[in-house]
C-alpha cells in the first residue's frame, strides 16, 4: 500500500474540515475583526496615492539601494521623518475570492499531505489514534503557524494578530490530527 493509496482520504477531507473551519472562523466570529486598522484621513491618503498608479506589490518606504545607502544622512532623515512602511497594494477594483480560497484550499492538500507523509514514515499502519494524532498535529501546526512569527520578528505585525492566528493554526492542526487519527489503516 502506498502513502497516497491509504491516506487519501484524511488528506482530503482534512482538507476540507480545515477550509470550513478556517471559513467560520473569519466570516462567522468576531475572532479577526481587529487584526486591520483604518488608515487615518483615509479619503486624503488614497487621493494622495491614486496619482502615482503604483502596481500591485510589495513595497518599503522609505527604500534604500544598499547598505551603503542605509548608512547615509540622507536615509536616516527620511526615516526620521516617517512615515515608515511596508506597504502591499493589491490590484484596483472589487477582491473576488475565489481565487484566493482555490489557492487556500490547495495549500490544505499540500499541508496534509506533508502531514500525512512524516506520520506515514514514522508509524506505517497499525498506529493508534493517539501516536497519529502526535506526528500529523505536529507537523501540520509547524505548517499553518510556524512562518506567522516572522511576520511580527521582522514586519512589526501585531503580536496579538501573530497569537490570533497561531491559535487558528493550532485548531486547523486539531483537526487536521483528528481526521488522520480517526481514518488511519489500521
Known amino acids: 500500500m502506498t502513502l ?4 487519501w482520504l ?3 477531507l482534512s482538507a ?3 477550509f470550513v473551519a478556517s471559513s467560520i472562523i473569519h466570516t462567522m466570529l468576531p475572532w479577526h475583526k481587529d487584526d486591520y486598522r483604518k488608515v487615518p484621513n483615509e479619503g486624503e491618503v488614497m487621493d494622495a496615492l491614486c496619482p502615482f498608479a ?3 506589490g510589495e513595497y518599503m518606504v522609505p527604500m534604500c539601494s544598499g547598505s551603503a545607502d542605509m548608512k547615509s544622512p540622507e536615509y536616516a532623515a527620511k ?3 516617517g512615515p515608515v512602511m511596508m506597504l502591499t497594494v493589491l490590484p ?3 477582491i473576488f475570492m475565489g481565487k484566493s480560497l482555490a489557492f487556500w484550499f490547495l495549500y490544505l492538500i499540500v499541508v496534509n499531505t506533508f502531514a500525512g507523509y512524516v506520520a506515514w514514515h514514522a508509524l506505517y499502519g497499525g498506529a493508534s489514534y ?3 494524532f502526535r506526528f500529523a498535529g505536529a507537523t501540520s501546526f509547524l505548517a499553518y503557524a510556524s512562518a506567522l512569527w516572522q511576520m511580527s520578528i521582522w514586519y512589526h505585525r501585531s ?3 501573530t497569537i490570533k492566528e497561531t491559535l487558528d493554526g493550532l485548531i486547523y492542526a486539531g483537526l487536521t490530527a483528528g481526521t488522520f487519527g480517526w481514518l488511519w489503516p489500521r
Open 4 to 7: 497516497f493509496s491509504a491516506l
Open 10 to 12: 484524511p488528506i482530503l
Open 16 to 18: 476540507v474540515f480545515v
Open 54 to 56: 503604483t502596481p500591485p
Open 79 to 81: 526615516l526620521k521623518k
Open 92 to 94: 484596483n477594483g472589487p
Open 130 to 132: 493517539l501516536q497519529v
Open 159 to 161: 503580536w496579538c494578530t
